[in-house]
Nanobody
Framework: VQLQASGGGLVQAGGSLRLSCTAS????????MAWYRQAPGKQREPVAL???????TYPDSVKGRFTISRDNAKNTMYLQMNSLKPEDTAVYYC????????WGQGTQVTVSS
């Protein structure tokens, strides 16, 4: 299983980015998909989780600003990030769970003040 993440970049505070993560497999039957981020010197943390049949969940730090979604026809998951803040600066990783965790390679998001 391979995950290819893209869409990161440099954006000013208040701006938006959309991250994409395309899987090498059919994602129709994947129940758990998520986005994580890791800032320098900090632990990796979840920022969005989507489970089949359930509403997505987000930590308070991004709730109302980030939206996770999936397009099964394209084997792709997305993270729409709006109203970005400098503290959102991190490497963002996509994740799926199929008996074990699989991770994308990470994409850098830098938010300037």
């Amino acid at each position: 299983v391979q995950l290819q993440a893209s869409g990161g970049g440099l954006v000013q505070a208040g701006g938006s980015l959309r991250l994409s993560c395309t899987a090498s497999i059919n994602i129709d039957t994947i129940n758990a998909m998520a986005w994580y981020r890791q800032a320098p010197g900090k632990q990796r943390e979840p920022v969005a989780l989507i489970l089949s049949g359930r509403s997505p969940t987000y930590p308070d730090s991004v709730k109302g600003r980030f939206t996770i979604s999936r397009d099964n026809a394209k084997n792709t998951m997305y993270l729409q990030m709006n109203s970005l803040k400098p503290e959102d600066t991190a490497v963002y990783y996509c994740n799926i769970f199929i008996f074990r965790d699989y991770w994308g390679q990470g994409t850098q998001v830098t938010v300037s003040s």
